[in-house]
């Protein structure tokens, strides 16, 4: 796993497949009694019944082995997930790319399981479930299922907090002056990390009124919200210019 980037790319780790080179290291080890102990000669071209079964049979052996260990790498080549700013990609096949894409805004539960090997070796199975039929995606033997979780179940929590018409909340009732709690300065790093959140929140709110998820209303009222914070924003920023100059 790349470190924490816009693009995370995640493949099975091959501590999962830790089971195949437990039993290769066997296989290697029975081969050897069978060529030591038992006497069972390989011979490139067999010229005695005996030499051909014994060749068969350490092939056979060889053959199981090597299969094991490459298992792992096919399937690292064959799947590839990748998480963006908006959205989890799951990338299919080697020849013929099968893509799902499962934006943020669709996501239902998030899920981490462990066996006991992989809590102590710290990999597990992620499973991201999706209000969108055909979307969910299970990604088996990624190390550090618990940071992608909390980053995905992060950036979930940032575009429903900013979506509260596409999940059907109401506003919540003013707070009278007893209840209102005192103004929060905000730096400028913290209103410009603000700023560019919501201008990406934009960008994934236009693609999900592309993919036909929401309807124009709710794309209109949800944009709208977006611009009316970004404004607020840049005029804290403006505020900030004019007490730096004073």
Known sequence: MEKE????????????????YI????????????????DMKFALFPTTQSEMVSTLILLGIFGMGAAMVEQPEWERLRIKFIVTMNEVMEYKGILNKERVILPYATVADIRVEKSVMGRILNYGTLSVSSFKAGSDMVMKGIRHPEKIHVMIQNRVNLIREGQLEMFGKGKEPEPTRKERKPKIIESR????????????MIEQTKQVFYNRE?????????????????????????KLDKEEKD
Not at 5 to 19: D, H, Q, T
Request: aromatic residues 12%.
């Open 214 to 238: 929401i309807d124009e209303n709710q794309f209109e009222s949800t944009i709208e919200k977006f611009q009316q914070q970004i404004i607020e924003i840049d005029v804290k920023l403006k």
């Open 189 to 200: 790093d913290e209103l410009e990390n603000k700023k560019k959140e919501l201008l990406e």
């Open 23 to 38: 039993i290769v290291a066997l296989i290697i080890i029975f081969l050897l009694l069978l060529y030591f102990i038992f």
């Open 5 to 20: 980037s816009k693009e995370i790319v995640l493949k099975p780790a091959r501590i999962y497949f830790l089971g195949n």
